[in-house]
């Protein structure tokens, strides 16, 4: 089970053969690609930062919740940190396991409980020439104000399914702008 | 050469509050095993000669302040400002150390600092506050001059002490001791306040900033300096020095890096990280 950053492009290839496993009828992943809008701003690049020491943690503990919650062989996520243009991938989940169910499933839990949870922060440049950091700037303005659509740049996701989770983790509940 | 003489100072201990958030009399509350009122009376009687204690006409007959000497409010109003201005009424060629009975962490440094730094020609000497840069009134030196100055105040029907600083010739200085004037006003306040020592005692804090935070900071990390006890009161200190525009309630806190509580008491040598909301993925 293993969570990690990196500031290079994203070898899937190396990644997916950490999962192969003899056990495993089945695989899954996710990517999560750099769109070219955001929140009716035309998005130009954008910047990823980590508090790496937490953040890794916390991405090893959504890791492990994952392998309790669905029988799964292995389970990995890889973040970039940095600049990237539109189109890069920035964020990697593969997860394989004896059924495909489970493989989507936990494939799915891991990319919601990381962008709730994960101490990662995403600064949008926009094509206008302004800048802002997701969830942090427009959402300051406006105390308690939610946004209808998530500010997800990788997928569009399900909350119940989330939230659920987040239970434990007020964490997850307090940082989480998306609407239910 | 004409040698100005100043107006002799007094002391004043405010002790006529309605203590409505503590829901019992802040006065009477123990600290160490003494009164706040009696604790107060004591610090600044180390500072000038004579000490008086406020209250409102309904509380001349309660034992706890009666056994001090007395000024009964003799404006019509209401508020500290009320009690200020009846000690100069009552006392019109003296100057007051004015202090609120419910500080109890207020130091004889922070009186020292004080009185050191009284500027007679002024209207008032008072301390800034670490919490929002504003004039604190209720540890301040009160010159004789005010008396005309409140007056016109309640008559335009105002009656905020604070307000009355923030429109007048103030001179004001940063406290040294930046615990000294936090004040007590609910229980829980108190069980957190008198759960501590008295004498704060400053320690080195080691902070990360990432993202928002580090650009309203202009900085990636720094080691402060504070007297702030828990990661809640390290956010208002630098949320104040630095203009953060996230309110507390939207960060989460992690002190050497695990999520921690607010209330989580900080150890010398402790690092934080303040942590907007995340957006991975």
Not at chain 2, 2 to 24: H, T
Not at chain 2, 66 to 87: K, T
Not at chain 2, 157 to 182: I, Q, S
Request: glycine content about 6%; overall charge negative; hydrophobic content about 40%.
């Amino acid at each position: 089970m293993r969570f990690r950053f990196t500031d290079l492009r994203i070898d899937t290839a190396a990644a997916r053969r950490e999962l192969v496993d003899p056990g495993a009828g089945g695989y899954a992943s996710f990517e999560g690609w750099v769109r070219d809008f955001n929140e009716g701003q035309e998005v130009t690049s954008l910047e990823y930062e980590a508090f790496q020491e937490l953040a890794l943690k916390e991405g090893e503990r959504i890791l492990a919740e994952a392998a309790a919650r669905f029988p799964i062989k292995h389970a990995l996520c890889i973040h970039r940190v940095g600049r990237l243009g539109l189109t890069d991938m920035a964020v990697w989940v593969g997860v394989s396991s004896a059924h495909r169910g489970e493989a989507f499933d936990a494939c799915r839990f891991i990319i919601d409980e990381v962008k709730h949870r994960v101490p990662i922060w995403k600064k949008e440049h926009y094509r206008s020439g302004d800048s802002g950091w997701v969830n942090c700037e427009r959402c300051a303005a406006t105390p308690g104000h939610r946004h209808a659509q998530g500010h997800d740049h990788a997928q569009a996701h399900d909350h119940a399914q989330a939230h659920d989770h987040a239970e434990a983790h007020d964490h997850a509940k307090a940082h989480d702008h998306d609407a239910a | 050469m004409n040698v100005r003489v100043d107006a002799p100072i007094r002391g004043l201990v405010l002790a006529g509050g309605a203590s409505e958030r503590m829901k019992r009399d802040k006065a009477t509350l123990l600290y160490e095993g003494r009164s706040q009122l009696d604790r107060a009376v004591e610090l600044v009687a180390r500072h000038v000669d004579r000490v008086f204690v406020s209250v409102r006409a309904s509380q001349g007959g309660d034992p706890a302040r009666a056994r001090y000497p007395l000024i009964v409010d003799s404006v019509p109003g209401q508020g500290p400002i009320v009690g200020i201005r009846s000690a100069i009424a009552a006392h019109p060629g003296n100057a007051w150390l004015v202090v609120a009975c419910d500080l109890p962490f207020l130091s004889d440094e922070a009186l020292s600092q004080l009185l050191a730094g009284r500027d007679p020609a002024a209207t008032a000497t008072a301390f800034i506050s670490v919490h929002d840069g504003l004039p604190e009134p209720l540890c301040a030196i009160w010159e004789p001059k005010a008396a005309a100055q409140i007056d016109a105040f309640l008559e335009r029907g105002k009656d905020c002490p604070r307000k009355f600083l923030m429109n007048h010739a103030v001179r004001l200085l940063e406290p040294e001791d930046r615990r000294a004037l936090d004040n007590v006003n609910t229980p829980e306040e108190y069980v957190r306040a008198s759960a501590k020592p008295t004498t704060a005692h400053a320690m080195q804090l080691k902070i990360q900033y990432f993202a928002l935070m580090r650009e309203q900071s202009g900085r990636s990390e720094e080691t402060v300096e504070t007297l702030a006890s828990t990661p809640a009161d390290l956010y208002a200190e630098l949320k104040a020095r630095y203009g953060f525009t996230l309110p507390r309630e939207q960060l989460k806190v992690a002190v050497n890096s695990e999520f921690a509580p607010w209330s989580r008491r900080l150890a010398a040598g402790d690092a934080v990280v303040f942590i907007p909301p995340v957006a991975g993925g």
